[in-house]
């Protein structure tokens, strides 16, 4: 629940117990340790606000590129990386899109929200992001009137935000979208206009008297389906796919029994994940595989090269392709990626400083140093060590070879899937 380590941290927290470190991180506040200010505050300055101004398609294009390497940066370097993980994570989730939203404001204060609730209370974060600016413009919230009810909010609320496929009908789809009538978006934020809302109490999911924003969030995050439905997607992207119901069902009761709040689930995944035997293989999606390429290089690239590499991958932030979010991480095995990440390594190999001790481990072919550097304190697979020390043996220089086999080694399977 991180983007990876730099040496100097892997040093930093060499004594110190493991439980300790990972409760911090879970819950700093508890500890007494400040959250850090975001990315996304003290931005105001940065957007364009004059539309009637020649350049100012290329200002917000300017300043959506400058966002995004202060996000990126705060997730490479923050001391809080549990906190950034889950805001990718909410993200992914809600997976409000820049292309439909076309908002820049809109999408930055949408951003901040999912911050500050990336782990607090569901039911209030589930409450702000549907009456959000963003998601209204990028789900259609704005056309849902009482003449005229728009679905698309509705249906997505229950199929991806919080209950999933099987747990709801189309009735129960129209009753939350008439329900939820009557949101604007207005130039401070949102506005409630009672008479294009349709108050006729409604069904939804068996609860009857259903008829606006309150009453629907209590529908849906009193329904049994919830606590598993976000305790399985959230155990999916830690702990990897295919673990048992019977545990999917510990982490729902315990989200259950404490309200909804996400710290007690994420705590009971990760205890989870400690105590098992063996864990499933994870696929580093593309932004932890280029943040902690840059970490363990001591490389940071320029921001169009990042914006470049991540959109070549399919995992550009403030961008999920569709409704959905960004891809399944197997689509990160593709040809098109694999490609991406090749060619991206050796952009940050060409990079890397001849201090790092990354590169010095590979130009002298410590294949173990290197492992451990990439968080490998068993050491690389065998076949990576056999590719990596042919490489080196046929190269002019232990100069060149080094370069190219930190690329390799940044590419190969043993940095890639976790």
């Given at each position: 629940?991180?983007?990876?380590?730099s040496?100097?941290e892997?040093?930093?927290?060499?004594?110190?117990?493991?439980?300790?470190?990972?409760?911090?991180?879970?819950?700093?506040?508890?500890?007494?340790?400040?959250?850090?200010?975001?990315?996304?505050?003290?931005?105001?300055?940065?957007i364009?606000?004059?539309?009637?101004?020649?350049?100012?398609n290329?200002?917000?294009?300017?300043?959506?590129?400058?966002?995004?390497?202060?996000?990126?940066?705060?997730?490479?370097?923050?001391?809080?990386?549990?906190?950034?993980?889950?805001?990718?994570?909410?993200?992914?989730?809600f997976?409000?899109?820049g292309r439909?939203?076309?908002?820049l404001?809109?999408?930055?204060?949408?951003l901040?929200?999912l911050?500050?609730?990336?782990?607090?209370?569901?039911?209030t974060?589930?409450r702000?992001?549907?009456?959000?600016?963003?998601?209204?413009?990028f789900?259609?919230?704005?056309?849902?009137?009482?003449?005229?009810?728009?679905?698309?909010?509705?249906?997505?609320?229950?199929?991806?935000?919080?209950?999933?496929?099987?747990?709801?009908s189309e009735?129960?789809?129209?009753?939350?979208?008439k329900?939820?009538t009557?949101?604007?978006?207005?130039?401070?934020?949102?506005?409630?206009k009672?008479k294009?809302?349709?108050?006729?109490?409604?069904?939804?999911?068996?609860?009857?008297?259903v008829?606006?924003?309150?009453?629907?969030?209590?529908a849906?995050?009193?329904h049994?389906?919830?606590?598993?439905?976000?305790?399985?997607?959230?155990?999916?992207?830690?702990?990897g796919?295919?673990?048992?119901?019977?545990?999917?069902?510990?982490?729902?009761?315990?989200?259950?029994?404490?309200?909804?709040?996400?710290i007690?689930?994420?705590?009971?995944?990760?205890?989870?994940g400690?105590?098992?035997?063996?864990?499933?293989p994870?696929?580093?999606?593309?932004?932890?595989?280029?943040?902690?390429?840059?970490?363990?290089t001591g490389?940071k690239?320029?921001?169009?090269?990042?914006?470049?590499?991540l959109?070549?991958?399919?995992?550009?932030?403030?961008?999920?392709?569709?409704?959905?979010?960004?891809?399944?991480?197997?689509?990160?095995?593709?040809?098109?990626?694999?490609?991406?990440?090749?060619?991206?390594?050796?952009?940050?190999?060409?990079?890397?400083?001849?201090?790092?001790v990354?590169?010095?481990?590979?130009?002298?072919?410590?294949?173990?140093d290197?492992?451990?550097?990439?968080?490998?304190?068993?050491?690389?697979?065998?076949?990576?060590?056999?590719?990596?020390?042919?490489?080196?043996?046929?190269?002019p220089?232990?100069?060149?070879?080094?370069?190219?086999?930190?690329a390799?080694?940044?590419?190969?399977?043993?940095?890639?899937v976790?």
């Open positions: 629940m991180g983007f990876g380590l040496p100097s892997l040093d930093r927290y060499q004594d110190q117990g493991l439980s300790e470190i990972i409760q911090k991180r879970i819950n700093p506040e508890k500890y007494g340790l400040e959250v850090p200010v975001g990315p996304f505050e003290d931005v105001d300055d940065l364009p606000t004059d539309k009637d101004s020649p350049d100012f290329k200002r917000v294009q300017a300043a959506s590129l400058e966002l995004l390497d202060r996000w990126l940066d705060e997730m490479r370097d923050t001391p809080d990386p549990v906190l950034e993980w889950m805001t990718f994570f909410w993200h992914d989730h997976a409000v899109s439909e939203v076309k908002s404001p809109a999408l930055v204060r949408h901040r929200l911050r500050t609730h990336a782990r607090g209370s569901y039911p974060m589930l702000e992001v549907t009456i959000d600016p963003a998601m209204l413009i789900l259609d919230g704005t056309e849902n009137t009482a003449r005229k009810p728009n679905e698309n909010y509705g249906r997505e609320l229950l199929e991806l935000y919080s209950l999933g496929i099987g747990n709801y009735d129960d789809v129209l009753a939350a979208s329900a939820l009557g949101w604007r978006v207005t130039p401070d934020g949102v506005e409630f009672p294009q809302h349709d108050d006729t109490p409604q069904i939804l999911l068996g609860n009857s008297g008829h606006d924003l309150d009453t629907v969030m209590e849906v995050t009193n049994e389906a919830l606590p598993g439905f976000i305790s399985r997607k959230l155990s999916d992207a830690v702990l796919t295919g673990i048992p119901d019977e545990i999917i069902n510990e982490f729902a009761s315990v989200f259950a029994n404490n309200d909804l709040e996400l007690p689930l994420i705590e009971a995944v990760v205890d989870a400690l105590s098992m035997n063996e864990r499933v994870i696929i580093r999606h593309p932004v932890s595989w280029l943040l902690n390429a840059e970490k363990v490389v690239l320029e921001a169009r090269e990042r914006a470049n590499i959109g070549q991958m399919n995992m550009l932030p403030g961008r999920p392709p569709n409704v959905g979010g960004f891809p399944g991480t197997d689509h990160y095995l593709s040809a098109s990626s694999t490609a991406a990440r090749f060619s991206s390594a050796g952009v940050i190999v060409s990079k890397t400083p001849r201090e790092s990354a590169l010095q481990a590979a130009k002298s072919a410590n294949w173990e290197l492992a451990n550097i990439f968080g490998h304190k068993n050491g690389f697979n065998q076949p990576t060590v056999d590719s990596l020390q042919d490489l080196w043996e046929s190269s220089s232990a100069s060149q070879g080094g370069r190219v086999c930190l390799i080694a940044l590419s190969s399977p043993d940095f890639l976790i």
